[in-house]
């Protein structure tokens, strides 16, 4: 919980000089700085993914409920957009893609610490999640396309993404190097490299999420969450205990935080009330986490009634995901009312992630003792 008020006390702070001070002559290096943050925790997160390949019809399933599960909220938020304010119908479905992307990084770091890792809701989150960030990142091709047009480019980065999920199921956690925090963050600023590199061959414009994660997901991870007899700790190679990795670890995700509060542009809402801006928000909020209630739906052969709704409160969180939809948004030049709610909105949303895990300690606290295994992630037979 304090880590999480940390975090978004970054965001805020990063907000608020966003809104006093005047950034725009180190906006590139801020930027190039906060894909560098963003590039590690995607490392992270691939680092984490596994998948049973005898078991992967299954997985068709799951990536369905996640899209949908992202698809709601957005498209709720974004009519919101046009509805009170007016938005052309493009920019308001950019900007409300946002609220689909569940935060992986802090979702699987709160639930492991409300001791909930062995439980079928941690499982089955680790799964949707995952998806979730990755639909979003696939559905961004899509919508900058109705920014810049059919171009040969698109075609190519859609070519370019494909590719990439063929490496990363290919070689799924096959390539043998170090994963250490620091070579981790070295990675990051690889594959950042590498990215602003082909957009400057190419003119290939391709965002760091998909390729960091990749990254993560062919890497050989040495420890097993699955067998917690071995690592007690659930985490401990992605949230390291103590020491400088603890340090490098918190450095980094804080700056991210603070950095995407940085990037967002100055608060705009015309002749809105601050009380009329604080209610848009609160709509915002309230229904991208009423579209996410939809795994509540799913299910129902797998676990009960309380343990769907708190998966379904599970996939509340959002944060580094979202937080560069919001970045990419504003690289097309995008501002005014709805980038300001939708920025609220997501530092709101992370203020209330510790409200969402104990939430989902409350009701599973009559099945602690139901745990299925056999559902999540597994390793390969």
Known sequence: MGRVLFYSGLLIAGLAASQLLDLSAGREHLTLLTFACLSYIMIEVGLEF?????????????????????????????LQFMWFFQSDWKEAFLIARFTSPTSAGVLFAMLAAAGLATTWVFKKARVLAIFDDLDTVLFMIPLQMLFIGFKPQLIAVTGIIFALLFIAYR???????????????????????????????????????????????????????????????????????????LVLDQIVKALFMFLVGCSLPKL??????????????????????????????????????RERLALSVAMFPRGEVGGGVLLVA???GLSGLPLTVAGLSLALNLLLTGVFILIVQKLLASDKTKIQPKVGFQKSA
């Open 171 to 245: 070689w799924l956690h096959a390539i043998r190097l170090p994963v250490g925090k620091a070579w981790l963050l070295g990675y990051g600023l690889g594959v950042v490299a590498l990215c602003r590199w082909v957009e400057h061959v190419t003119h290939i414009h391709l965002e760091v999420l998909l390729p960091a994660f990749v990254m993560g997901a062919i890497l050989f991870n040495p420890h097993d969450a699955e067998r917690v007899e071995v690592h007690p700790h659930e985490r401990s190679h992605l949230e390291p205990e103590r020491g400088w990795p």
């Open 330 to 332: 504003m690289g097309y």
């Open 50 to 78: 596994s998948i049973d390949k005898t078991r992967w019809r299954s997985y068709g399933f799951d990536y369905l409920v996640a899209a949908t599960a992202a698809a709601f909220p957005w498209i709720l938020c974004a």
């Open 268 to 305: 705009e809402w015309g002749s809105v009330s601050p009380g009329v801006l604080v209610f848009h928000v609160l709509v915002a909020t309230v229904l991208s986490n009423l579209g996410k209630c939809f795994p509540a739906l799913c299910y129902r052969k797998e676990a009960t009634l």
